[in-house]
Nanobody
Framework: QVQLSESGGGSVQPGGSLRLSCAADATTYSNDCMAWFRQSPGKQREGVAAISIRFGTLYSDPAKGRFTISRDDAKNTVYLQMNDLKPEDSAMYYC??????????????????WGQGTQVTVSS
């Protein structure tokens, strides 16, 4: 099991930016499939972006053009750069990992490991 810890959340105004980080435990980090999900009150958790060496990056429609997922395997860390944030982006953001690269083929696949989440609030 991979231990994941998110950081970087906060409150920003519409149009602002945030960069989320997900640090994985070095002893269990798998560089296979990593992803970001989000969940706001009363809504189902939804996939935001995923990244793997084999399949590259994958984004949800709301994230395309505004969010960028990246990874630094030397630091066991995955990032989510979020630009032009909108109020509807407000949610708890979770990092997820899976040992199978095929999991990164879809944001609807089930991921093995999850972090505790970091809150993002976008409001004026």
């Amino acid at each position: 099991q991979v231990q994941l810890s998110e950081s970087g959340g906060g409150s920003v105004q519409p149009g602002g930016s945030l960069r989320l980080s997900c640090a994985a435990d070095a002893t269990t980090y798998s560089n296979d499939c990593m992803a970001w999900f989000r969940q706001s009150p009363g809504k189902q958790r939804e996939g935001v972006a995923a990244i793997s060496i084999r399949f590259g990056t994958l984004y949800s429609d709301p994230a395309k053009g505004r969010f960028t997922i990246s990874r630094d395997d030397a630091k066991n860390t995955v990032y989510l750069q979020m630009n032009d944030l909108k109020p509807e982006d407000s949610a708890m953001y979770y990092c997820a990992a899976d040992s199978l690269e095929n999991t990164c083929r879809s944001l609807y696949n089930r991921f093995e490991d999850w972090g505790q989440g970091t809150q993002v609030t976008v409001s004026s």
